[in-house]
C-alpha cells in the first residue's frame, strides 16, 4: 500500500494530533459547550498536525543541490514532458496525487475549525500556504524545485478537505441526539 516518506509521517502526525487533541479539547472545554468544543479541537488538533506533517514533506531536503532552474511556472510541465515515458509520466501522476492528499487534511481542518468558513477562504488559505512552501523551495537550492503545479494540485488538496469537513459536519448533525 503506502511506502516511503509519506507512510513513515504517519505516526508522526497521529501522536501530534493525539498530543494537540486534549489540550485543544480542555482549552474549548472549558466554556461548557461541549458538542462544539468536540468539534473545534478536532480542528485545531487536525490543522497542527496537517501543517506540522505539510512542513516535513516539503522543507527540509537532503537532495544534493543541482543545475536545474529552481522556478517551475509553467503548469503541468513535468507531466507533459513526461507523458510519452509510462514510467515516469506514472511517477509525476503519483506526485500529484500525493499533493492532493497532503493537502486534504488541512482544508478538513479548516472547516472543522470553523464550519463557516466559506470555500473561497480555505482556496485562498490552501493557496497561500503552498505559495510559501514553494518559495522557499525555490530560494532553497537544495534540489528541489518551486513549481506551479504544486500549488495548483495542493489548492485542490484543500477544496476536497473543505468538502470532506462539510460532509463530517453535516454528518455530526444528523447523528445529533434528540432531546
Known amino acids: 500500500m503506502w511506502t516511503g516518506p509519506m507512510a513513515q509521517l504517519a505516526p508522526f502526525a497521529v501522536l501530534v494530533f493525539l498530543a494537540a487533541f486534549p489540550v485543544a479539547l480542555a482549552w474549548h472545554a472549558r466554556r461548557g459547550r461541549m458538542r462544539r468544543a468536540l468539534r473545534v479541537a478536532l480542528g485545531d488538533a487536525l490543522l497542527v498536525a496537517s501543517v506540522l506533517v505539510i512542513l516535513r514533506v516539503t522543507l527540509p531536503s537532503a537532495d544534493p543541490p543541482n543545475d536545474l532552474d529552481p522556478w517551475t511556472w509553467m503548469p503541468f510541465e513535468d507531466l507533459i514532458r513526461a507523458w510519452p515515458n509510462d514510467r515516469a509520466r506514472g511517477i509525476i501522476l503519483g506526485q500529484m496525487g ?82
Do not use: H, Y
Request: one cysteine or more; aromatic letters at 6%.
Open 98 to 179: 500525493a499533493n492532493v492528499l497532503l493537502f486534504v487534511p488541512f482544508g478538513c481542518a479548516l472547516l472543522l475549525r470553523e464550519r463557516r468558513v466559506p470555500l473561497w477562504r480555505v482556496t485562498l488559505v490552501s493557496a497561500a500556504f503552498s505559495v510559501g512552501i514553494e518559495v522557499l523551495q525555490g530560494m532553497a537550492s537544495n534540489g528541489r524545485a518551486a513549481d506551479i503545479t504544486d500549488v495548483l494540485m495542493n489548492t485542490l488538496g484543500g477544496v476536497c478537505g473543505w468538502i470532506l469537513g462539510r460532509a463530517i459536519v453535516a454528518l455530526g448533525q444528523r447523528i445529533r441526539p434528540a432531546g
